[in-house]
């Protein structure tokens, strides 16, 4: 019987050095290991080794509120664009190893943006470490009640009420498992780590953080209509600054727990039901409202970034070079992207997105 035991355990030790260790992406989008053995390389391992094993190291010591993670949302017609902010924001990052890059699209672009990014199933670990991972957006969100957008906006905006758009409202249900996300439109350009924006919040313990901006919401984004519905006088409501939610950092926990999307539906559900609509637009004007509209003797619930953060109007008209040394975000708003033959500023933009092919 001794003998038979000292068989199986000298057997077990030889099968155990024969099984490879398989190297996976787990649901969060990090790097995920499954070892049946030590990491102790040989000498006839290659650079791909070395890169696989630092990236099995990090698996095991982060967990997905370790990372620092990004969130866009996208169809097929942004894909350049997407291209360009995706390899901006790891180019800007000090630590591109922690970034998680998060993509949320409906199931009908999920085939087009795999193949245009180079995503083969629904993730990618890039050279330098960073994870592109997809996100399909449930039916429900899609098919949800969206702000009624005049036809005249949508010419001069464009499609403001897509259910890309309203997306980053529903966040925490398509992306359950992270807790502090940044968000960029896929019209971006980053010039600074966007870990800071992420660090700020998280420290400051409120839900959201907006960039500094002095427009106020009258009379480019508030119609004046039904303001008796918002319970708010009309003198505080039209000096309400409208934030660019463009660029924003969210505390997904703390979004959850103040059920903030619910306030932004019922800002929408009002919207809809006032006879030439509440407001201009499309997800903005909500979700800058629900964190403005509060009482009186309640304190705000987000933070302000500095203006650097979402340098705006790069769709609108041409910049000189002079005009974007120290700006940390520059935002393509307006009609003229740079993936557009009539696009503004290409010459800021275009090495960003040739890059993208190198990741």
Known sequence: MRQLLVCILALSRILEGAVPARFTIDYDGLPAVSLHRNLDTSSRQGPGHVMRRNLLGRAVENTPNDMIHVVYSADGDVVPGLKASIASCIASATSPHELVIHIMVQSKHLARLRRELDIKTARRVTSSGAVITLHEIPVQIVE?????????????????????????????????????????????????????????????????????????????????????????????????????????????????????????????????????????????????????????????????FEKEWNALGFGLNDKSKEDVGQLHILHWNGMQKPWKSNGYNKALWEPYYRQYAHL
């Open 144 to 304: 949800a009640d969206r702000g009624i957008l005049q036809t005249r906006i949508r010419q001069e905006r464009g499609e403001l009420d897509d259910p890309e758009v309203y997306a980053r409202i529903y966040m925490d249900r398509i992306i359950p498992q992270i807790d502090v996300a940044v968000w960029l439109d896929a019209d971006t350009i980053v010039q600074k780590d966007v870990k800071e924006l992420h660090s700020r919040l998280r420290q400051s313990g409120k839900t959201i953080g907006f960039v500094h901006r002095s427009t106020k919401l009258f009379p480019d984004f508030l119609t004046g209509k039904c303001t008796t519905t918002l319970d708010i006088s009309w003198n505080k409501l039209k000096n309400l600054t409208a934030y660019n939610t463009g660029v924003f950092a969210v505390n997904l926990r703390r979004w959850t727990a103040v059920k903030a999307a619910a306030r932004i539906d019922k800002l929408v559900r009002l919207q809809n039901s006032c006879p030439g609509g509440l407001w201009k637009g499309g997800s903005q004007p909500p979700l800058t409202l629900s964190f403005q509209l509060h009482k009186h003797n309640e304190a705000d619930d987000y933070i302000l």
